[in-house]
C-alpha cells in the first residue's frame, strides 16, 4: 500500500508555512528520471495551499487527470514514461490525482506508476464509483483499491450523478466507516447544471467536481458560488478543454495582466485563470508530458491576485 502520510494536516499550520516556502524538488530515482525541458520550480507559493471546508485540511491548487493521457497500453516503456510524469508531479508538491474506473486502463496504469515514484506520501487519492447497478458499486470500489494500491482513499464521487440515489448513500457509508475520507459528485463538459445546483443546495457533500475555465465561465455564475455557501470544495476539470483553448490563443498576445502576475504562456495563464477563483480548491489537468507537467506546477509558484486583480482577468 502507498503511505498515507497526508500532505498538510488541519493541526499543522506552522508546517503548512515551512513546506510552502520549502517544497524543493527531488531527485527521481533512475529508473523515472527523464532530462526536463528547463528549469524546475523550487516553491509552493502558501496561496496555492486551499482548504478543504468540510475539513479545514490543506490541498495543492494544482491536481492531475488521468483521462485519456493515463489509458494507454501494456506496453513498459509507455508506462515507464507515465511514472516519470507522476514522479515530476510528486516532486513538484503535487496531491490530488483524480481518475475513475471510466478511464480505461487509467487506475491500473495509476497502480503501475505508483509502485514505481517515491516521495509520493503527499497523494490525495481521488476516484469515482460509475456504474448504472448499486450491486456493482462494491465491487468497482474493491477494484480501484486493489489496482490503486491504496486505502483508504481519499476521495470517492458519484461520477457524472449516475445512479446518484444508490450510490451517495453507499459513499456516505463508506466514509462513515473509514473506507474513504470524503465523498463527492461530478459532472463534466459544461453539462447538467439544473440538476447539480439543486443537489448542491439539498446534499450534504465534501466536493463537487465541475467544468470551469477560461472560455466555459457559467459555472461562477451559480454553482462554484452554492458550493461555497454549503461548504463544500470544488475540484476543476477541463481547464484547457483537452488542450483546445491553447491552441485556441497560443498565436495571440498574452495580456498584460498575465505577464504582470508572473505568467510566461498561454498554459500557465489559463491554468492560473482558474485556480485563482478564490473559491476553487484545485484544478486537475491531465498531461503525458513531463514538460507540460512542470508547466502546470510552475502556476503554484506565483502569488493568487486579490479581487480587483482577479476581476481584471
Keep these: ?12 499550520t506552522s508546517l503548512l508555512a515551512t513546506m510552502a516556502s520549502h517544497v524543493l524538488v527531488s531527485n527521481a530515482s533512475s529508473a523515472t528520471s527523464e532530462p526536463t525541458a528547463g528549469k524546475l520550480p523550487a516553491a509552493i507559493h502558501p496561496d496555492h495551499f486551499k482548504t478543504i471546508p468540510s475539513s479545514a485540511e490543506k490541498l ?27 514522479q515530476t508531479f510528486f516532486d513538484l508538491g503535487g496531491g490530488m490525482v483524480d481518475s475513475s474506473p471510466m478511464y480505461g486502463t487509467a487506475e491500473e496504469v495509476l497502480g503501475y506508476c505508483l509502485k514505481r515514484t517515491h516521495s509520493n506520501d503527499t497523494l ?11 450491486i456493482e458499486a462494491g465491487p468497482q470500489m474493491a477494484n480501484t483499491e486493489n489496482l490503486w494500491g491504496v486505502q483508504p482513499m481519499d476521495l470517492m464521487y ?62 461562477e455564475e451559480r454553482l462554484i458560488p452554492l458550493a461555497r455557501d454549503n461548504g463544500i470544495a470544488v475540484i476543476v476539470n477541463r481547464p484547457f478543454q483537452r488542450g483546445h483553448l491553447i491552441d485556441k490563443y497560443k ?32 484544478a486537475i489537468p491531465a498531461t503525458s508530458r513531463v514538460a507540460h507537467m512542470e508547466e502546470n506546477m510552475s502556476v503554484m509558484q506565483l502569488p493568487l491576485p486579490d479581487r480587483q486583480m482577479r476581476a481584471e482577468l
Design 1 to 12: 500500500m502507498v503511505s498515507r502520510r497526508k500532505f498538510i494536516s488541519t493541526t499543522a
Design 251 to 282: 498565436n495571440q498576445p498574452l495580456p498584460g495582466i498575465a505577464k504582470e502576475l508572473g505568467c510566461e504562456s498561454w498554459a500557465q495563464f489559463l491554468l492560473y485563470f482558474t485556480v485563482s477563483h478564490p473559491d476553487v480548491t484545485a
Design 124 to 134: 490525495f487519492a481521488a476516484s469515482k464509483i460509475w456504474t448504472p447497478l448499486a
Design 60 to 86: 495543492p491548487s494544482v491536481g492531475m487527470g488521468t483521462w485519456i493521457t493515463f489509458d494507454v497500453t501494456d506496453n513498459e516503456r509507455i508506462r515507464n514514461q507515465r511514472s516519470r510524469v507522476l
Design 158 to 219: 458519484v461520477h457524472n450523478l449516475l445512479n446518484l440515489n444508490s450510490h451517495l448513500p453507499k459513499l456516505r457509508d463508506w466514509k462513515e466507516s473509514g473506507r474513504i475520507r470524503y465523498l463527492g459528485i461530478s459532472t463534466s463538459h459544461g453539462r447538467r447544471h439544473a440538476e447539480l445546483e439543486k443537489l448542491l443546495q439539498s446534499k450534504v457533500l465534501d466536493f463537487v467536481q465541475l467544468t470551469y475555465n477560461y472560455d466555459q465561465r457559467i459555472a
